[in-house]
Every structure is written in C-alpha cells, then in structure tokens.
C-alpha cells in the first residue's frame, strides 16, 4: 500500500468517528459540566458525554516542534470529545515511564503514549492495563503495541519509511549518505537509519545531541569537512535538519539534504529548494486519533485497527506538492 493510499484510509477513519460524533450529540443527553483545567487545554466539549481525564506522554525533548505538533492534534480532539488533556513529556525513558505510572495512579481514564524506549516504557504501560486503563500508542513503538496490550496505535512503520527514503536516495544515484540520529536509544530513529542502509548500504551514521541545536551544525559540519564523498545528508528531525543544512554549508558540501518530519520553516526550506524533501507522518493526525480513540473505546467499546496499526504515513513531501501543504504547515498543523 501507497503512503498516500494510507493517508486517505487513516482520514476516512477519522471522518467515519466523527459521523458517530455526530450521532451521540443528538442523542438529547444533559451536557457535561466543564471544568477550568479542561477549557486550558483547549476544551469546549463538542459532544455531550461526560468529560474524563485522559494523558498523553511523549518522549519529546524541549522545545522540539514536531511534538508541538502532535499536542495540537491531541488538544483539538480533547475539545472536540470533552476531555481534560494533561501533556506531559520526558526523553529519558525511565522519566517518562515515571510520567505514565504517575497517570495510573491517579487513575485517568486513558493514556496515549509513545513507546521509544520500549524496554523502559514495559513496566508503566504494563501497569495501566492492569488497572483496566486503556493505552494507546502514538508515533513510535507500533511493533510493541500488540505484546504490550495497547488497545491500538496510529503512527507509521519506521524501518519501512527509512526504506522509502533508501529507494527515493537510490534512484537519486547516492552514493554516501549520512543518516543523523538525535537521541540514542530510541529505537524508532535506529529503525529509520536502518532502513535507509538496507536499500543504500555505503549509509554511514552519525549521532548528535538533539537537544543541542548548535552541536549539530558544529558536528555535521566537522564530519563533512572530513568525509567528502557524502553526496546526501538525512537527518530525522525537522530541527534537526535544518540545523545539518547550516553544517553543510559551512563545511562547503555539495551534500543534497532529505529528512523526516516537518514544521513551517522546514516546509518553507523545501519550497526554497534547501532541502530535497520531507517524510510526513502526520503528527497532528496522530495526536488526534490517539485521544479520539480512547474517547470511542470509554463511549463504545470501539477499537481501531483491527489489531494492527493505523499508519499515517509514511508520505512524502517535495517540491511537487509542497504547496498544498504549507498553508497547514503555516498554521503548525503539519
């Protein structure tokens, strides 16, 4: 199946949940009271069940805008069906478990989280599904969801996107690609370098501390300087990327730069013909789905997947298309 083939399923998904929405709210049932920490995470209840507490755990560093991006989607869909979203987020996997078990003990109607760090993330989720809490998974992990008892998952397939971008990079005529991984231990980004090397095996690897935006560019930049014949640099983050972009050029290269992920300036670089093109995996979409999941599981015993995924992408995003997206990219919803 086609990325884009995906990406209509997950939206007919979506649109078929909110034709039940639709339903429910004519249904004549008293509205439920808001309360204020609802209305702050951006919720005016759009459907008249009661409102439940509902928290979403990312593995996100500070200041990195693509879980900006899924916040949005998971705050859109918190309005939409009445929930108190409570957003939390810690890179280091034994905090974020932390954050997951501290959402179990205050009993929350749901937990949608991501799975980076799997091994770290078992004993929580675990935990959650003891006590009946149903778990959603978002972004990363989808080879776990099944063993870990998440009643679903919305996200893409990370190893089979790097082979997209291997196969996109092969029919370019790469020779040396760089692949840049920002945060070690996360096994979705290893599955994404894993992949671009098993469609281009000359890919080299580099890491670098995603949360140190200028060591990027002073570490891509040194190891250009060093390894001249890297013709492509693939990093898997937007930050990330355009950070690589500013080490390429002082390092003089010819290097061409792909990357995963987007947000407006990234978006705007690839309109500009800086970069080549971007994986979208839809992170609004994700954010979305996760919270509106746990809503139709609390409402009617609905799961989505059948058991497997729900991919959002992986699609890509180039100068032939980019224009159709970057009015939502301008808004920091793609």
């Given amino acids: 199946?086609?990325?884009?083939?995906?990406?209509?399923?997950?939206?007919?998904?979506?649109?078929?949940?909110?034709?039940?929405?639709?339903?429910?709210?004519?249904?004549?049932?008293?509205?439920?009271?808001?309360?204020?920490?609802?209305?702050?995470?951006?919720?005016?209840?759009?459907?008249?069940?009661?409102?439940?507490?509902?928290?979403?755990?990312?593995?996100?560093?500070?200041?990195?805008?693509?879980?900006d991006i899924v916040r949005k989607g998971a705050e859109t869909a918190a309005k939409?069906?009445?929930?108190?979203?409570?957003?939390?987020?810690?890179?280091?996997?034994?905090?974020?478990?932390?954050?997951?078990q501290a959402a179990v003990d205050k009993k929350v109607a749901g937990v949608a989280t991501t799975l980076g760090k799997p091994d770290a993330m078992k004993g929580a989720v675990g935990n959650a599904t003891k006590a009946k809490i149903p778990v959603v998974?978002?972004?990363?992990?989808?080879?776990?969801?099944?063993?870990?008892?998440?009643?679903?998952?919305?996200?893409?397939?990370?190893k089979t996107a790097g082979e997209a971008v291997g196969d996109k990079l092969k029919a370019a005529g790469a020779t040396t690609p760089l692949c840049i991984i920002h945060e070690q231990g996360n096994?979705?980004?290893?599955?994404?370098?894993?992949?671009?090397?098993?469609?281009?095996?000359?890919?080299?690897?580099?890491?670098?501390?995603?949360?140190?935006?200028?060591?990027?560019?002073?570490?891509?930049?040194?190891?250009?300087?060093?390894?001249?014949?890297?013709?492509?640099?693939?990093?898997?983050?937007a930050d990330v990327s355009l950070n690589a972009l500013k080490g390429r050029d002082g390092a003089s290269s010819k290097a061409k730069v792909g990357t995963f992920d987007t947000n407006a300036d990234l978006v705007k670089a690839i309109k500009d013909g800086k970069i080549e093109f971007a994986i979208d995996q839809q992170p609004w979409l994700?954010?979305?789905?996760?919270?509106?999941?746990?809503?139709?599981?609390?409402?009617?015993g609905s799961t989505v997947g059948g058991g497997q995924p729900t991919l959002t992408g992986p699609a890509f995003i180039d100068k032939s298309n980019v224009d159709a997206v970057e009015k939502y990219a301008s808004q920091g919803i793609r």
């Fill in 1 to 67: 199946m086609t990325g884009k083939a995906v990406i209509k399923l997950a939206a007919v998904g979506a649109a078929a949940a909110l034709a039940i929405t639709g339903c429910s709210s004519d249904s004549g049932g008293k509205k439920a009271t808001e309360s204020a920490s609802s209305k702050a995470a951006g919720g005016s209840g759009g459907v008249d069940t009661p409102s439940m507490t509902v928290a979403l755990v990312t593995h996100s560093g500070p200041g990195d805008t693509f879980w």
């Fill in 80 to 100: 939409t069906y009445n929930i108190k979203l409570e957003y939390s987020a810690d890179p280091d996997g034994t905090k974020q478990a932390s954050l997951v």
């Fill in 137 to 158: 998974g978002v972004n990363s992990g989808s080879d776990k969801a099944k063993e870990f008892g998440l009643i679903g998952f919305f996200g893409q397939p990370e």
């Fill in 187 to 237: 096994v979705g980004l290893e599955d994404r370098c894993a992949g671009v090397k098993a469609k281009v095996p000359s890919t080299q690897t580099l890491y670098v501390d995603g949360k140190n935006l200028p060591n990027i560019v002073t570490s891509v930049q040194a190891k250009l300087s060093q390894a001249k014949n890297i013709d492509w640099i693939i990093g898997l983050n």
């Fill in 286 to 300: 994700q954010g979305y789905l996760a919270i509106q999941s746990i809503w139709l599981y609390k409402y009617n």
